[in-house]
Structure formats: C-alpha cells, structure tokens
Nanobody, 124 residues
Framework: EVQLVESGGGLVQAGGSLRLSCAVS????????IGWFRQAPGKEREGVGC????????FYYDSVKERFTISSDNAKNTVYLQMESLKPEDTAVYYC?????????????????WGQGTQVTVSS
C-alpha cells in the first residue's frame, strides 16, 4: 500500500519559516516524482513544485520561486518543503503527492497517490 504522510505544518508569523516533510512508503521512491500542492479555503488546489527522486532536479511555480525549496532524502524516503519568507497568502493545506512522470511542470493529474495534507497558517 502506498502511503504519503505530511508533517511539519503549523502557525507561523509572516516572514517566518517552516519545513514540511513528506514520508513515502510502498512506492518505488527512486523512480518517482514527488510534488507539493496547496489549497487555501475557497480556492482551487494549486501547484507549489516538485522534485525528481532520481536526480534531485526540481521545478517551482512562480508564486513560491526563490522562497521555497524542495529536497529529497532517498535514504529516508522523505521529501522536504522548506518555506522561507512566508506570507499570509501562503496559508493553505499543503499536500504531497507521488507519481511516475518526466519532470516538467508536474500538473496534479499526473500524480496517482496523495497524502492527507498538513495545515500551514501564516499570520500577518
């Protein structure tokens, strides 16, 4: 059974930092792409970025570029989302997802497995 479990969410002040973790099990970690997505209340889910577990290459959407960093620890089957300079508009439930694809813009429909999400709240 494939499982993705996010952790690390919480409440932080604007300008602060948080690191989210995504623990992956039951999946061929070395061949997949792990993506991060988020959904704010009343809004559609949007992409944050994604990383190839095979070579560590990553893609970021413009809204988080230069502030967020995705990294992978293949030995621990865990992917991280380091978030810096957080803004109130970053408030959302953050999800990680796994799929097998060529890393490009990592659209959500390419991902087969999803975690349950972790809440990130940024206060102004």
């Amino acid at each position: 059974e494939v499982q993705l479990v996010e952790s690390g969410g919480g409440l932080v002040q604007a300008g602060g930092s948080l690191r989210l973790s995504c623990a992956v099990s039951g999946f061929s970690f070395d061949d997949d792409v792990i993506g991060w997505f988020r959904q704010a209340p009343g809004k559609e889910r949007e992409g944050v970025g994604c990383i190839s577990s095979a070579d560590g290459s990553a893609f970021y959407y413009d809204s988080v570029k230069e502030r967020f960093t995705i990294s992978s620890d293949n030995a621990k089957n865990t992917v991280y989302l380091q978030m810096e300079s957080l803004k109130p508009e970053d408030t959302a439930v953050y999800y990680c997802a796994a799929g097998v694809m060529v890393l490009t813009t990592c659209p959500s429909f390419e991902f087969d497995y999803w975690g349950q999400g972790t809440q990130v709240t940024v206060s102004s």
